[in-house]
């Protein structure tokens, strides 16, 4: 997995999101914007991809969901966001049993967003704590690792309660190892990945 050209991509989003972001307030026209921090509950569903060449096939391509909480404050230079997400996938093997792979991951870091108009782009970044299982032939194997992510994207304003947005993410820096009681032996790898996903958020 290349990390640079994922990271493009998310300052890509991010900067097309500026461009869109035009003059006004937020809700109602002649609403006046919030005052105080800008809370936020989202959950995101999409899929998350890890490298083809990874030890993830055939379960590198997974759908994945999570629930996160941010809070910003004009006042403030940067805001911060918190959140649970969990992915899976199931395939098989060579010769047709089944093979679940799957990951949870908590994580935490901070958030920047910018615009007072109906579209707000936003970045977000920090560390992640990502578990990974597979589970084959009736056993399962799991480990764990620390890594970090950056995500971006764009948010679509819907009045002052609601946004739907586009969110582009990475993971980078894990180290795991899996396989010793499915396969018999470990194999090291990790559980980088690229992911695409929508998102709801309640605004409050």
């Known amino acids: ?7 493009l991509a998310v300052l890509a989003l991010a900067t097309l999101g500026s461009c869109q972001a035009v003059p006004g307030t937020e809700g109602t026209a002649g609403s006046p914007a919030p ?3 800008q809370q936020q509950v989202s959950l995101y569903l999409g899929q998350r991809s890890f490298a083809e ?3 993830w096939i055939p379960n590198e391509d997974q759908v994945v969901g999570a629930i996160e909480y941010s809070r910003e404050d004009r006042a403030d230079i940067v805001g911060w966001e918190i959140g649970l997400a969990g992915s ?3 395939s098989s093997d060579g010769a047709g049993n089944p093979w679940t792979g799957g990951t949870g ?5 901070l958030r920047k ?3 007072d108009g109906a579209f707000r782009p936003y970045v977000g970044a920090g560390l992640s704590y990502i578990e990974a299982e597979w589970e084959l032939y009736g056993q399962t194997d799991d480990d764990n690792s620390l890594a970090g992510y950056l995500h971006g994207g764009v948010q679509w304003l819907l009045g002052r309660s609601f946004a739907l947005g586009l969110d582009i993410r990475t993971l980078f820096g894990s180290s795991l190892s ?3 009681h499915t396969v ?3 194999i090291p790898g990790d559980a980088d990945y690229v992911q695409v996903a929508l998102s709801f958020g309640w605004r409050f």
């Open 1 to 7: 997995m290349e990390l640079p050209r994922s990271t």
């Open 35 to 37: 005052v105080g921090p």
């Open 178 to 180: 899996l396989g010793q």
């Open 53 to 55: 060449d990874s030890f």
């Open 113 to 115: 967003s910018w615009g």
């Open 88 to 90: 899976s996938d199931e």
């Open 105 to 109: 991951e908590l994580y935490g870091g």
């Open 184 to 186: 018999g032996f470990d």
